[in-house]
T-cell receptor, first 113, second 114 residues
């Protein structure tokens, strides 16, 4: 119940294409769903986050779609660029938790020029 | 831009030795965390720290682990007697507020236990 399941494990997309990464959770106490981007040798960096009171959030080329009834959320990267090549982690935290993030296993994205 | 800094970047130690990993969180942040990432695996929560005490810890954070904020700026993770399976990247993180808010991660300290 504490898990966040992420797919795919790896993804190859052509430059200009759309990258889609999916996550699913079981625990209905989760109420904060961030996506983190990690480059090799660096720490994770917050990309975009959503709370379950909205179904979509967009920031530039990055969009989170959230389906509360299905307990799923996804990251869409529009117009994917080679500079987007990184590992992406979805995460979730529970109401009342102060930063205890449960991470998915990560998706390694490669954007080919 | 303010950042979380961690030292050392890489430490190699023998099994059974004590290790201290150090972190300087962002100066106006109040909540501090340690996470770890075993090579190729997901990032895992270890412990959170607020108001000079542990607020939450995971099953991984057993008696071999301890955290301390010895002064106004440093936040340390001590592993008393390292095991081979402690080999991982350890990330320090901090944030300003408890609920929500962006969690800022450092670049990590790679620990290799031989």
């Amino acid at each position: 119940q504490q898990q966040v399941k992420q797919s795919p494990q790896s993804l190859i997309v052509q430059k200009g294409g759309i990258s889609i990464i999916n996550c699913a959770y079981e625990n209905t106490a989760f109420d904060y769903f961030p996506w983190y981007q990690q480059f090799p040798g660096k720490g994770p960096a917050l990309l975009i986050a959503i709370r379950p009171d909205v179904s979509e959030k967009k920031e530039g080329r990055f969009t989170i779609s959230f389906n509360k009834s299905a307990k799923q959320f996804s990251l869409h990267i529009m117009d994917s660029q080679p500079g987007d090549s990184a590992t992406y982690f979805c995460a979730a935290s529970k109401r009342g938790s102060q930063g205890n993030l449960i991470f998915g296993k990560g998706t390694k994205l490669s954007v080919k020029p | 831009e303010p950042e979380v800094t961690q030292t050392p970047s890489h430490q190699v130690t023998q099994m059974g030795q004590e290790v201290i990993l150090r972190c300087v969180p962002i100066s106006n942040h109040l909540y501090f965390y340690w996470y770890r990432q075993i090579l190729g695996q997901k990032v895992e929560f270890l412990v959170s720290f607020y108001n000079n005490e542990i607020s939450e810890k995971s099953e991984i954070f057993d008696d071999q682990f301890s955290v301390e904020r010895p002064d106004g700026s440093n936040f340390t993770l001590k592993i008393r007697s390292t095991k081979l399976e402690d080999s991982a990247m350890y990330f320090c993180a901090s944030k300003m507020q408890g609920e929500g808010g962006e969690l800022f991660f450092g670049e990590g300290s790679r620990l290799t236990v031989l």
